[in-house]
């Protein structure tokens, strides 16, 4: 019969535990202050929008801009495209009246 090989247990591991739980513990009502500070502070658009280029120049140096439409998307521009070429062809007939 074969001796089965126990796993030497780590002293370290609760406290590692307990650790990481704590860091977690501290990500999250950080997160809760961060939302909160935010919050009453109210809106900056201005730091939205740098927020929003600096997150398409990232994705650009990525390779990753622009990104591949969802199909719901994509119907959606398809229509847009078409109003736009119906509102351009009724305004051009109404030019040449």
């Known amino acids: 019969m074969a001796k089965h090989r126990t796993i030497p247990s780590n002293p370290a591991a609760p406290s590692e535990k307990l650790a990481v739980q704590r860091w977690i513990r501290g990500q999250v009502l950080a997160g809760l202050r961060s939302r909160q500070a935010a919050a009453d502070e109210g809106p900056n658009p201005a730091q939205a929008v740098a927020e929003a280029q600096a997150a398409v120049n ?3 140096k990525m390779g990753m801009w622009p990104g591949p439409r969802d199909p719901a ?5 398809s229509e ?3 109003r ?8 051009m007939r109404e030019r040449q009246r």
């Open 80 to 82: 847009v495209r078409e």
């Open 58 to 60: 990232a994705l650009e």
């Open 84 to 91: 736009w070429a119906r509102i351009q062809k009724r305004a």
């Open 73 to 77: 998307s994509e119907v959606a521009v």
